[in-house]
């Protein structure tokens, strides 16, 4: 169930201020002040909100509170600036009403922390996404940029806002922000050049000399040190609670998000460091023929940091600080200007500088804040405006007069609003309408502004007009024309009553404000109502290079030369702040008073003079009056009826009907008197607080009544519940009891039984063991009787078998292991038939078959062995067992080829390229090729031939070319010669007759003899047609050669060189070999 809750809840004082009873101004004061001392620091006047400035956070403003006051009605809660935005937002987001929000109070009451709190608020409860979000987030910090350039700190506050604001937030129709757009009034740009006792100038200059990098500072040519300038006062360089470094920090990271460039920012700490600079420059007299002085800038350093910083050209500049060009009748005229003229000069530049740059600021921020969306919105304004201002000793000068109307203004808007907003109700809501007293301040309005004869006008017709013009002359004017307006007051004036009047000096005015008595010092109104920025000074600025200059200086432009003079600073304002006044008509007002409670910016302390001036020219208590002067209280049917409901039988606790007649029934049932109320529409209005009182009181009566019931009935109920579950509980333990003690009892006798049970099995199985075990060895025994007495049968039996086979039987087994034993000592012998070993006979009896045993075994190893020779290997075998028949024991060469196997093709005649044309040359296989050496017979010497042998004939040939020297058909060869010695020596000879032998016999060497003779040999063997070749071994041998035969004959003894035979011819049929001894 919704926990209904209303403002008169826990209420400390009176939430409302409509509900005060008696009303007076100490009951008003008293009642702020009891509840300022609770921390209530918000109260009511009706939906206005007075808001006392704490001076210290409070847990007030959390995401929770936001929640809280989230979609609740006005006087649901306790007060609370929330509950206003709240109420504010959503009847813009649900009816459709453009909302403004205005914040008044003087300065350090409270207005701008006011008006971030409202903004902060409708953040928080708008619509989110990501667009939004960058809306909502740009809105919000452009207040820390703002305020950086328009606040400073004053005697009243340390954070002062300079200049009026008005912002409108603009929201698409689910209430989503859109955009917003700012507007701003005058900033008090006297302040760059000087500040009061105590005070110091905007923000933005210590917060950009302590919080920027070295770097910047030096690329800026400034200095950190406040002192090094004019413009900045030094006894309160330094604010407690002010951090300017990190607050500069957090103006660079707003800019940023609010969306300025890099190069923005710094052509804008670019200003703010010329505008510095532009204070340094001081001046010096230089006297001229003329007898006046003329001024000269006395130190050009700082002149000529300015005008590089800002991209002007020094000359330019400096002439313009020492002369002026005046323009009379289209004509030009150059005068110069004295040191006090240059210092004017440079102020009033240094001031449209500053307050230009800020205007410019303000149009770049509406320029990234505006709303995307054309279509149509809703608007939300929020006002934060600088307060009613009045300093002592007649100090208000011509700011404060214009702050001063514009508050006039405001006031004047809020009881316009307020009575027909109050008229609308009564109409709405058809109650009879009473006419109220007030007193309209239109006629102090009309005194400022009136178009004739207003203060203003009369300034600005002072400022046009020709001839000498001062401050003097035009109060003469003002004392002339407003003499007899009732609210100015002074003492020039001849027939004025205040001739006598001491507080009122002369060179002052007095005005009676709807909020007191405010003493005007005429000085300097007409110079700052003119606001006159010397020609050639704006030319030098628009000539500037520095990005910003042109478009803050357009009158400087020689293209546009406008000789009609710029519409004063007052005639500005004054617009402005009808276009202020016609816009905030058009919307529905929603009102925060601030409150300022001390003087000396400090908590806790509430100084009853100072907050009772407030609430005087604030007109609060007036306020009230015109909120009770109908019907001080009133509230929906449903709301009064759902409050009230518990006072009368027949509403309670619920009716039926409809509200209105419930509340009928309900104040006739409580004997209300008729005169005290009356029924609206939907609402009903009570005439007296006090009856709304005794209502409440009766309610808190009955409430407690039905506490006290309510009381009674729990109680009961509760002593009821806890009685049954005392018995339920009792019935369940005693369930459970009874359970357990049977579980108990039923286990003991179950194991009572195992125990009897076991015991008598036991027995039983031990009896039945006992027969089994006897039965068994019964058994046993019968057996080994029957087995001993068998046994004893068998053997009777069978003992003279055992006796006739034994011998035999023994003889048999020995024989069969000593030869199981011989054989296998057998094994050990080789498979190699060259083995000549065989183990000994290891008995004599054996003597035999060891014998043949040896010759088998050595029969089968030899086949064995042939077994697994190849065809080829056969016939190299065959061929080296031709050799040995030949020539074993014959010639010594021979033991030397036996381990040399027969290769045949030495040269590799199918393969060499290079006897390519020989081989084919060759008709049959080739069964030998070899280098040998051809002995010639005139001096013995070999030189070297290719030898080839085929079956049927040997070839020679050259060793280079291989053309073929000599074939011969084998079948003509005779026999051939060797000796007996160890050298390679053969002769070839060949049968006389034959068709070779014409060329005579070949003596040949060659390192295969062996090789090549058995080969011949076996040629001959082989072949069927022919006969065997005869080989002749002996150490002298005739050879044909030709005609002649010559003897070859062999000695033993080394050739004296090398080892190898050397052959020699001894003489005409003899050729001597010497072959080297073995
Ligand atoms: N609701 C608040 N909670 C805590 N402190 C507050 C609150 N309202 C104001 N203050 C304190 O009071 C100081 C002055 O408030 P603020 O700047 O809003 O005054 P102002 O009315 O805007 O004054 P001015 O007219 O000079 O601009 C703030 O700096 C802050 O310290
Ligand atoms: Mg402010």
Known sequence: MEVKTSLLDNMIGVGDMVLLEPLNEDSFIMNLRNRFDHNEIYTYIGSVVISMNPYRSLPIYTPQKVEEYRNRNFYELSPHIYALADEAYRSLRDQDKDQCILITGESGAGKTEASKLVMSYVAAVCGKGQEVNKVKEQLLQSNPVLEAFGNAKTMRNDNSSRFGKYMDIEFDFKGDPLGGVISNYLLEKSRVCKQPR?????????????????DTLMKLKL??????????????ANVNGLDDAASFRTVRNAMQIVGFMEAEVQSVLELVAAVLKLGNIEFKPESRVNGFDESRVKDKNDLKEMCELLGIEQSVLERAFSYRTVEAKMEKMSTTLNVAQAYYARDALAKNLYSRLFSWLVTRINESIKAQAKTRHKVMGVLDI??????????????????????????????????????????????????????????????????????????????????TVTDDTFLDKLNTICAEHQHFESRLNKNSKFLTDHSLPHSCFRIQHYAGKVLYRVE?????????????????????????????????NPAKVNLKRPPTAGFQFKASVGVLMKNLQTKNPNYIRCIKPNDKKVAHIFTDSLVCHQVRYLGLVENVRVRRAGYAFRQPYESCLERYKMLCKKTWPQWRGPARDGVEVLLTDCSVPTEEFAYGRSKIFIRNPRTLFTLEERRRACLEDLATLIQKIYRGWKSRTHFLLLKKSQVVVAAWYRRYAQQNKYQKIKSATLVMQSFIRGWKARNILRQLKYEKRCKEAVTTIAAYWHGTQVRRE?????????????????????????FLGLKTTTMSPMDNTWPAKPYGFLEGAHTQLRRIFHLWRCKKYRGQFTEEKKAVYEEKLEASEIFKDKKALYPSSVSQPFKGD???????????????????????????????????????????????????????TGQVKASVPLPDLASVSVSTQSDGFFALKLKEGSASASKGDFLLSSEHLIEIITKLHRIGTTAADRDQINIDISDEFLVQFKQDKVCVKFIQGGPKNGNSAACKRKNNRLLEVSVPSP
């Open 524 to 556: 300097g109104f007409v110079d700052k109502n003119n606001d006159l920025l010397y020609r050639d000074l704006s030319q030098a600025m628009y000539k500037a290079t520095h990005s910003l200059m042109r478009q803050l200086f357009p009158e400087g």
């Open 223 to 236: 200095d950190r040190d406040f002192s090094k300038y004019n413009y900045l006062s030094l006894d309160s």
């Open 386 to 467: 600088y307060g009613f201002e009045i300093f002592e000793e007649g100090d208000n000068s011509f700011e404060q007069f214009i702050i001063n109307y514009c508050n006039e203004k405001l006031q004047q808007i809020f009881i316009e609003l307020t009575l027909r907003e109050e008229q609308e109700e009564y109409i709405r809501e058809d109650i009879e309408w009473t006419n109220i007293e007030y007193f309209n301040n239109a006629v102090i309005c009309d005194l400022i502004e009136n178009n004739q004869n207003g203060i203003l006008a009369m300034l600005d017709e002072e400022c046009l007009r020709p001839g």
């Open 906 to 960: 030495y040269l590799e005649i199918q393969k060499n390229p290079k006897y390519q044309k020989l081989n084919s040359a060759m008709e049959e296989k080739v069964l030998l090729a070899d280098l040998v050496n051809k002995i010639n017979r005139a001096n013995g010497k070999g030189s070297p031939r290719l030898f080839l042998l085929t079956k049927s004939n040997f070839v020679l040939a050259d060793q280079k």
């Open 198 to 214: 105590g005070e110091r100038n905007f923000h933005i200059f210590y917060q950009l000399l302590s919080g920027a990098s070295d």
């Open 798 to 822: 069978y003992r003279k078998f055992f006796r006739a086979n034994a011998g035999k039987k023994i003889y048999d087994f020995t024989i069969q292991r000593i030869m199981q034993k011989y």
